[in-house]
Structure formats: C-alpha cells, structure tokens
C-alpha cells in the first residue's frame, strides 16, 4: 500500500484513477457509442410517433362517426324540441283564470282551458309567444321588438297595445278584440290586416270566412275582471262561455236554442246561481246528468243537459 | 475549453448538436471513471449511454446545481454502484481494489478526468528518474501488485512502496502546474 500520509488524499486517489485506468482507453469507441445512442434515440422517437400516429388514426376514426352524428342530429332536430329548452308553458286549466308576466313585462290573462308558451327569455327583433285558447294582453310597447302571438291559425303582430285573443285549437272560430294600440292580425295563409281599436274580427278556419264588427271591447275581456257580459248574444255563446270558466259540457237537447239571444252581466256569481238566473229569465231547463268515471277512477267533466221548455 | 453554460442551454431546447458536444466530449472519461467501480468494460459503457439516454430524455426537466460534470460523475457512480450490488459482485470487487488502490470515496466535485491529464502524464513519465518510471508503468500497464513489481525488479516490497509514492508525488507537482 502507498504511504497514505502522503498519498491518501483525493488527488492522489484522483491521480491514480486515471494513471491506472481499469481498461485500455483506446478500447473505448467514442464514435461507435455515439452511432448506438443516436439509434436508441431514434427508436424511441419512431416508437413515439408511432403510437401519436397510432391515436391520431383513432381519433380519425372516432371523430368521423362523431361528426356525421352530430350533422344527422344538427339537420334532423325537431324545432319543437330546440324550442322547448328555453321556453315557458303556462297552462290555465277549465274553469281557472291565470295571470303571467312575461320576460319584457308584458301582462297576460289566461282563460279557463288556455295555454301560453313563452321563452324564458326573449331574442331581440321578435318577442314570439305560442297561445292555444283565450288570453287578454297587456303587451309593453316596444317598437323595435314586435310582440307577436302565433295561434293555431293565426299570427298576430303588436308593437305596445292592449287585445284580446279566443284561439282554442279545438275549435274552428279565432277571434281577435282590439282595446287600445294597433295590431296587425294574418289569418291562416292570407296576408296580415291592420286592426283598429274597438273592432273585433273573426276568421272560421273550416269555412276561411272571416268578419270584421265593431263592438264594446270590454265585453270580451270582461272575464279577466270574472265578468261574464252577454249583450244579445246567442245562447250558444253564453254555454261555451259557461263551460269554460266552470269546466262544464253543456248540451243542448233543442239545436234551436243556440240561436236566441241573451243579455245579462254575471260577475261572481257560482254555476248554480247563474244557471238558476238562466231558467228564470229564458224557457229553458237544465238538468245534471250523473257524473260517471273514466277507466282511470278520475270524474269526467260534469254534463248539463239543457231542455226548451 | 468547452462552453458548458451554452451546451446545457442548447440542450434544454433538444439542440442536438449540443448533445453530440457533450457526448464527444465525456464520454470516454466518464467509461474510464466507471471503471474505479466496476472493471468491466462493456458494463460501464451501457451505463454511461443510458445516463447519456436519460440526459437527452429529460433535457427539458433538467435541474444542475453544480457542474454538468460532477452531475454526469455522481450519475455514472451511482449507477456503477447499482450495477455492482445487482450482479452481487461485490467480492470481485474487493479483489480489484486491493490490488490497484484503496477503495474510498472520491471527490467528484473535484474530480480531474483522465482525458484531461493523459498527454501529461505521458510528458511527466518521461522526465522522471527511471527507477521510478519503471515501478510506476509495471503497476499501471500490467496491472502488477507491489509484490510482484518487487519480485520483477528484485527490489524489495517498501522500495517499491517508495518508488511508487515518488512517482506520484512527481506527477502531482508537474501535473498541478497544467492543471492551473
């Protein structure tokens, strides 16, 4: 062994580490270790980039179905469906009345048996709401954004005014009542009509026949109020109202009857009171028919059979 | 001299012609360091090319605290170290050592590589007297134990433990004056 006072210390150690290499320095193949490495390297980046190709192509192979998908569902979507998302339905059941404050402000009063669908919020240039039924509008003015309501067969056009519509999809009369303001009413294919305050205008959808009267508005809204008016209107008129604020069916075991006219203001009053106001003041007679019940356990609708007497 | 700074810095970006450099540059040195621990050629290679793999892997990640070169040292020790405990050659090892130097830790932030002193050492071999020269290169290229060196030279055993220890000291005196 070396002396270790002198020689035991790193450089020395240091020193004969590299004056004693363990194995011939010319036996390293610097070039040679340097060609191996870089092929190792390579291998790699080749294995890499082969499995990045490998996902890649299944990518490819995923995103194609993807996008054929969503194209087939992009053009087959139900617009009724995309609507529903953003939309409202309020629905007013027979015998019921219902109030709605839509998104710009606007008030609605929905009639027994009436539904109203609204989006939750309005898009600009078109305030559009679907109505099935009766409502009474208070619409916020806002010319830029007209208000429109679309019915079963009709499409009406108000920038701020007051109206009533009837457009129950059961049945083929759709009627609009100007209060105050101006609307533009189309009717079924026909090109739209201006409207002015204090008119009332009908279109029968089986017969494309259409009228245009002048009248005393607050009548047809009067039901908002829970007035019933009747000013020489038809017994027929008078029933469908009957049956729907009380959620009724009233038939008529004399067809003639529906024509005899009848004047009379209802305000509150309950079915019995006013059908008994009915048999006093008009040669008629109602009689209840037995509530019988549906498959399902539930009550139908109450029947009224109504006799001339 | 190398420009070590710039070499990491073009490294880092996966320069590799800054690999190549460092390679170049260290990787014989770093074999011949590996052979202190493990004597086995072809072993201490495969590990200075995967130290050389793993410094190209994670050239981005790549933190040095102190020098490249005391990095890639403590790397190739380490690993040589590993190496050793996995084939458990641990007794060969001991059998190594005692015949070429006293196993002990190194400095390796200090660590002069051989590359950096091998045309001096041949220089400093040739001035120095030639009793000297000839234990020194029997214990150096044949690999000889002063034992033998002694029976070779008909010496005795302390002298050539002299002779050696001269030699040394030369080369260190000379040696150091290169190395400033």
């Known amino acids: ?309 | 001299m190398l420009d070590e700074h710039n070499l990491l810095i073009g490294l880092k970006q996966g320069n590799e012609e800054a690999f190549s450099l460092l390679f170049k540059a260290y990787y014989k040195d770093l074999v011949l360091f590996g052979g202190w621990y493990l004597p086995d050629r072809v072993a201490c290679e495969d590990i200075v090319q995967s130290i050389f793999l793993k410094l190209w892997d994670e050239r981005s990640a790549l933190t040095i605290t102190s020098s490249l070169k005391s990095y890639l040292l403590k790397s190739v020790r380490n690993a040589c170290l590993d190496e050793i405990r996995h084939q458990n050659i641990i007794q060969e090892h001991e059998d190594y050592t005692a015949h070429s130097m006293i196993y002990r830790e190194v400095d390796i932030d200090h660590y002069i590589l051989y590359s950096d002193l091998q045309k001096y050492v041949e220089k400093v071999l040739k001035i120095m007297p030639e009793a000297y020269r000839e234990a020194f290169l029997l214990s150096r290229n044949e690999g000889l134990k002063y034992r033998e060196i002694a029976e070779k030279l008909q010496v005795s055993e302390r002298t050539v433990e002299v002779r050696m220890s001269k030699a040394l000291e030369l080369l260190r005196k000379y040696l150091k004056e290169f190395l400033v």
């Not at chain 1, 890499?48 to 490819?60: C, H, P, S, T």
């Not at chain 1, 017969?207 to 009248?215: R, V």
């Open chain 1, 1 to 309: 062994m070396i002396n270790t006072e002198l020689h035991d210390t790193d450089e020395f150690i240091n020193l004969w580490q590299i004056t004693h290499p363990a194995f011939n320095p010319s036996d390293i193949d610097v070039e040679k270790a340097e060609a191996t490495i870089r092929k190792k390297i390579r291998r790699r980046d080749y294995f890499i980039m082969k499995a990045f190709l490998y996902w890649q192509r299944l990518a490819a192979v995923l995103i194609i179905p993807l996008i054929v998908l969503s194209a087939y569902l992009y053009l087959t979507r139900d617009v009724a469906e995309c609507q529903e998302t953003g939309y409202q339905v309020i629905k007013s059941p027979y015998g019921i009345f219902s109030q709605v404050n839509l998104p710009d402000g606007s008030n609605v009063w929905l009639n027994g048996g009436t539904e109203l669908k609204y989006p939750m919020k309005f898009t600009p240039g078109k305030r559009l709401v679907y109505l099935n039924g009766e409502a009474y509008f208070e619409v916020t003015s806002d010319t830029k954004n007209p208000f429109v309501v679309q019915t079963n067969q009709m499409e009406l056009t108000a920038t701020g005014t007051k109206f009533n519509i009837e457009a129950y999809a059961d049945k083929a009369q759709t009627a609009v009542t100007m209060v105050s303001g101006k609307v533009d009413v189309a009717f079924g294919q026909s090109p739209s009509i201006p409207l002015s305050v204090g008119t009332r205008t009908c279109y029968n959808g089986q017969t494309g026949q259409q009228t245009l009267e002048q009248t005393n508005p607050y009548k047809w809204y009067a039901w908002k109020d829970g007035l019933m008016i009747f000013r020489d209107d038809s017994l027929g008129y008078v029933f469908n109202r009957l049956e729907q604020t009380f959620n009724v069916k009233i038939i008529l075991k004399d067809p003639t009857l529906s024509n005899d006219l009848y004047r009379a203001t209802f305000e509150d009053e309950s079915l019995d009171e006013i059908i008994r106001l009915l048999e006093m003041t008009a040669p008629i007679k109602f009689v209840f028919q037995k509530r019988s019940k549906t498959i399902d356990g539930y009550y139908e609708k109450q029947k009224i059979d109504v006799y001339r007497i």
